[in-house]
């Protein structure tokens, strides 16, 4: 492996870009940033004190606080603090202070995995490796069904695709670092792939461009 390695990862929700960002972070042992937990976070703080979502300064003034070593994946994965994190994420001066973060994060050490939407076009545009992860709204809204199922949990098909589909244009057309694939990333459909398959697709992806580097 290369001295350094940082992974660009982005994609729609539940295209199973989390999945492979953790797995291929524990492959090449390198640490791992959930980049959609730190917009989260921002709106979790807000939501937990009653504050407006739609106040740019308050949002700004939170996202500089925010300890990417204490997000916690339980609290922040709500659909409540999802939907108010798409809120938050539209706005520059929060994207501005997160991004700032994420950067510190993938330049320390010897690399790292991020997932998100905007990572191969803003955070890191100089990452090593880029994948574009993505699935069709039917999959994923299928994988989210099922998975909120196998949790003892109920949900309706219907609204999980609309949800997905409205998160995919809000985070799709907003203006500052829409969601979108750097040109020069590796796309992964995993509309008809299993975790296993996309993993090896991944794999197989980052071992090419590596192998290139070094030679
Ligand atoms: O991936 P997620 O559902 O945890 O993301 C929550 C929200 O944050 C989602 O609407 C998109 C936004 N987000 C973003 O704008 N940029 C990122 N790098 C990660 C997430």
Redesign the pocket.
């Known amino acids: 492996m290369a001295d350094r390695l940082v992974i660009a990862i982005?994609g729609p929700?539940a295209s199973g870009?989390?999945t492979l960002a953790r797995r291929l972070a524990a492959h090449y042992g390198l640490p791992h940033l959930?980049?959609?937990?730190?917009?989260?976070a921002v709106?979790h703080a807000l939501l937990q004190v009653g504050l407006p979502l739609d106040s740019e300064a308050l949002a700004a003034e939170v996202a500089t606080s925010i300890n990417l070593g204490a997000l916690d994946r339980d609290i922040?994965?709500t659909h409540e603090v999802?939907e108010a994190?798409?809120?938050?994420?539209?706005m520059s001066s929060v994207?501005k202070a997160?991004?700032e973060a994420?950067r510190k994060f993938a330049e320390s050490g010897k690399g790292a995995v991020?997932?998100?939407?905007?990572?191969g076009t803003?955070?890191c545009p100089n990452a090593d490796v880029k994948l574009y992860v993505t699935a069709t709204p039917q999959v994923r809204a299928r994988r989210r069904h099922e998975e909120i199922l196998s949790k003892g949990g109920t949900a309706e098909y219907a609204e999980i695709l609309a949800d997905i589909k409205r998160?995919d244009e809000?985070?799709m057309n907003?203006a500052d670092?829409p969601?979108k694939p750097a040109e020069d990333a590796h796309l992964i459909d995993t509309s008809e792939m299993d975790i296993e398959s996309a993993f090896h697709a991944a794999l197989e992806h980052v071992e090419s461009v590596t192998s290139a580097k070094q030679a």
């Open positions: 982005d929700a870009k989390g959930d980049t959609g937990l730190t917009y989260r709106a922040l994965s999802g994190a798409s809120k938050v994420a539209v994207r997160l991004v994420q991020l997932d998100g939407r905007d990572i803003v955070v998160r809000r985070d907003r670092s969601l």
